[in-house]
């Protein structure tokens, strides 16, 4: 089942040179697919090639200059008001830096506690039950909730920004670079968190990630960005097998080979 498709989805920006003259810069040119339910898809690509910008563009924390966006079938490319909110309860996302994007002055539990208020979700005296539930899924200890994201390491904080995410319960979890941060082994761990989550509630991600090591470890498709078109889009497997783009398998020559004892691990648990 389609839960999202993207059609033609374009962004111009425009800047102005130095003596006022107006230029354009087509960051994302008429991108196009489809996130079926339960499924991860990556979107990989090197730096500048339109990743994040995408990610804004479905995550509808930007509007396109064209193109179409639909959630469960329905139009939300302008949605405003109630149908916003209805798409914001089913898509949410993860970003990069969990220091930057988590309150620095709010408690965990008050960080997890927002989405259930903003949503209306959970009784009012279940919220900080809830928040203690939300810490353990993501295998934090639900003793430190009245901590501060300063208290925790990159790693932790990013759990708890994948923690908040899931407070409504979403159908869609955009990770734009959500592990690109961090540590190479505690990025496994978080990439194993992520998995362990959509087994345990059947949710779909978009996983953008410039690096193709990581997106290996979680994607089932894979679309392949450059200069912000996709310029190939396939099964995971497929794509890091044989490549049938030029610039997919320059960007796969670069990647370091996986340990295979360790991949073999991985597998064998999944
Ligand atoms: N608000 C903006 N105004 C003007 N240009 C922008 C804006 N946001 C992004 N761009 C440009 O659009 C292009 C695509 O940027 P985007 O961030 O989407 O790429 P990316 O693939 O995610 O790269 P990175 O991994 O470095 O973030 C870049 O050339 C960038 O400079």
Known sequence: MTLLRAEG????????????????????DQVGFEVRLGETLAVVGESGSGKSTTARMIAK???????????????VTHARGAALARFRANVQVVFQDPFS???????????????????GL????????????????????????????AQFSGGQAQRI?????????????????AVSALDVSVQAQVIE???????????????????LAVVRQIAHRVAVMSKGRIV???????????????????????????????????????
């Open 9 to 28: 989805l374009t962004k111009r920006f425009v800047s102005r040179g130095p003596l006022g003259a107006r230029a354009e810069f087509t960051a994302v």
């Open 61 to 75: 924390l930007m509007d396109p200059s064209g193109g179409t966006l639909e959630f469960e079938g329905e139009d």
């Open 101 to 119: 994007s988590l309150n620095p002055r709010h408690t965990v539990e008050r960080i997890l506690m927002a989405p259930l208020v903003y949503q």
């Open 122 to 149: 959970a009784p009012k005296g279940s919220r900080r039950e809830h928040a203690k539930e939300l810490m353990e899924r993501v295998g934090l200890n639900p003793d430190h909730s009245l901590r501060y994201p």
């Open 161 to 177: 920004g994948i923690a908040r995410a899931l407070a409504v319960n979403p159908k869609l979890v955009i990770c734009d670079e």
């Open 193 to 211: 968190l992520l998995r362990r989550l959509q087994r345990e509630s059947g949710f779909s991600y978009v996983f953008i990630a410039h690096d």
């Open 232 to 270: 190939e889009l396939g099964p995971a497997e497929q794509v890091f097998r044989d490549p049938q783009d030029e610039y997919t398998r320059t960007l796969l020559a670069a990647v370091p080979r996986i340990d295979p004892e360790w991949d073999r691990r991985r597998r064998e648990r999944s």
